[in-house]
């Protein structure tokens, strides 16, 4: 019994099933179930959601989801080893996991769940950031997703949910920014995991706008910062040059000096440039 359900402690399903964790997946496993517990409840009310969780490893943050009372979990892990500790979570909650084995960059689990749908990972951080910036990046908005709820690198964390004027400030808090509400719900110690990793960690929640904060074509903005960040220390008329060729007027146009950096421009000061700028190239 381990407090939360009636299945083992996971140090004794890691034993059993000779989950070992390997560096070359990211392993860095939350053997407490009082805090996957925790790190569910950060996901909100998940009663009447389906729930994609990406990495389960052993199931800690899967047994965390169930016993908050998910509808139903899909799990998609890379590691064939964790399976067989995964199908005995299923066992004890009939009809309620699901689990798909492979790469979460490669598998499109949408076939699978119904909406409402949430997200819940701890992953890899490389894994995580892409996946992130995909969930952020749809055809259509809003997403698939109401809510993403993800474990991150403490610093990358401070990049997602960056204000203006912080050094942690770029693309990744615009883009996050801009249609969601982002927040970081927990810190977490590297002594949390086992084996514990070099860096403290922290949980962002993130939850879908119904529609952009600001108006602004999403290929246009992502120009316009991506240009203004890979050269965060240049004024934006130099940055931005390339941008469109009168793009000192379009800054104006903007409400923007164009002696101003990148990291001082808000989410607003943005859009309002990405709107400048496709009306002139759509003049
Ligand atoms: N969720 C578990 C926990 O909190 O203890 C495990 C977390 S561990 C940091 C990351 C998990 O993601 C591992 O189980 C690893 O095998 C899995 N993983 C790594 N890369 C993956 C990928 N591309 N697709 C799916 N799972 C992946």
Redesign the pocket.
């Known amino acids: 019994m381990s407090g939360i359900d009636a299945l083992p402690p996971l140090r004794d399903v890691i034993a059993t099933h000779g989950l070992s964790a390997r560096k070359s997946?990211?392993?860095?496993?939350?053997l407490d179930l009082n805090l996957?517990a925790k790190i569910a409840r950060q996901a909100g009310d998940v009663t009447a959601c389906d729930v994609l969780e990406?990495?389960?490893?052993?199931g800690?943050?899967t047994r965390g989801l169930l016993s908050e009372g998910a509808r139903r979990v899909l799990a998609?892990?890379?590691?064939p080893r964790?399976l067989s500790a995964l199908a005995e979570i299923a066992d004890a909650y009939p009809g309620r996991l699901t689990v798909i084995e492979g790469?979460?960059?490669e598998i499109d689990p949408l076939a699978h769940l119904t909406p409402p749908i949430r997200v819940a990972a701890?992953?890899?951080y490389n894994?995580g950031t892409e996946l992130l910036v995909r969930w952020l990046t749809p055809p259509t908005w809003p997403p698939f997703w109401e809510s993403l709820t993800l474990m991150f690198q403490r610093e990358v964390a401070e990049r997602i949910v960056a204000p203006p004027g912080s050094k942690t400030y770029g693309r990744l808090a615009i883009l996050a920014q801009w249609r969601a509400d982002a927040r970081i719900v927990m810190h977490l110690p590297p002594s949390a995991f086992t084996p514990p990793p070099k860096v403290s960690s922290a949980v962002v929640h993130l939850t879908a706008l119904p529609e952009p904060r600001f108006p602004a074509d999403a290929a246009v903005l992502n120009q316009v910062v991506a240009a203004g960040f890979n050269q965060r220390r240049k004024m934006l008329r130099a940055s931005l040059k390339g941008i469109a060729p009168n793009i000192e007027d379009l800054l104006v146009a903007a409400g923007l000096k164009p002696t101003d950096r990148a990291e001082q421009i808000p989410l607003e000061g943005f859009c309002a440039l990405a709107r400048q700028v496709a009306a002139a190239r759509a003049a």
């Open positions: 997946l990211g392993q860095n496993f939350l996957t990406i990495g389960p490893g052993p800690g943050l998609i892990e890379k590691d964790c790469d979460a960059l701890n992953l890899p894994v």
